[in-house]
T-cell receptor, first 113, second 108 residues
């Protein structure tokens, strides 16, 4: 079955550490996205990528970094510069940006120890 | 500024009654509009989309939405609500503009 896989499902980080969240898709989609969701709130866009080796900042990119070396993979690194990283992180993909529906992974919940 | 608004944080409906979740948009050009549903601790699932054509769009699980250009709205509807429809619903414009979400609660 085609889909989008996020791992791990739960992740704990000590203060001052960087952590990387994995996102893999086998849907042959060009576009991929990272969102942050805080309790009781909507989604905020962190980064998105329209094509391999290209990505753009979203609304809340500070303290995060991404790479898009392969079409299938779009890992997100939460750096120590992100002062409030505890959140639910969602990865998504779509054929193109704007007029195609996004397919979402089941998320990674990041907590600070 | 371009935006999508879901004016109700929560909608409560009795099972078997019709439901409406409201969405209005303010974007330049022709909008691409989507509805997604999110169950607890899960990703969003696509329900339906409006790109062009018929103003009434039918989607998954018996949901439909009506695009109204004059009112800049794209309300989600279902004729008869189920308890299992209880979830968080998001209206999204294709330029990655998300509404803040509406919590739908269907009581037996």
């Amino acid at each position: 079955d085609g889909g989008i896989t996020q791992s791990p499902k739960y992740l704990f980080r000590k203060e001052g550490q960087n952590v990387t969240l994995s996102c893999e898709q086998n849907l042959n989609h060009d576009a991929m996205y990272w969102y942050r969701q805080d309790p009781g709130q909507g989604l905020r866009l962190i980064y998105y990528s329209q094509i391999v080796n290209d990505f753009q900042k979203g609304d809340i990119a500070e303290g995060y970094s991404v790479s898009r070396e392969k079409k299938e993979s779009f890992p997100l690194t939460v750096t120590s510069a992100q002062k409030n990283p505890t959140a639910f992180y969602l990865c998504a993909s779509s054929m193109t940006v704007s007029n195609q529906p996004q397919h979402f992974g089941d998320g990674t919940r990041l907590s600070i120890l | 500024a371009q935006s999508v608004a879901q004016p109700e944080d929560q909608v409560n409906v009795a099972e078997g009654n019709p439901l409406t979740v409201k969405c209005t948009y303010s974007v330049s050009g022709n909008p691409y509009l989507f509805w997604y549903v999110q169950y607890p601790n899960r990703g969003l699932q696509f329900l339906l989309k409006y790109i062009t054509g018929d103003n009434l769009v039918k989607g998954s699980y018996g949901f439909e939405a009506e695009f109204n250009k004059s009112q800049t709205s794209f309300h989600l509807k279902k004729p008869s609500a189920l308890v299992s429809d209880s979830a968080l619903y998001f209206c999204v414009e294709g330029k990655l503009i998300f509404g803040q979400g509406t919590e739908l609660s269907v009581k037996p």
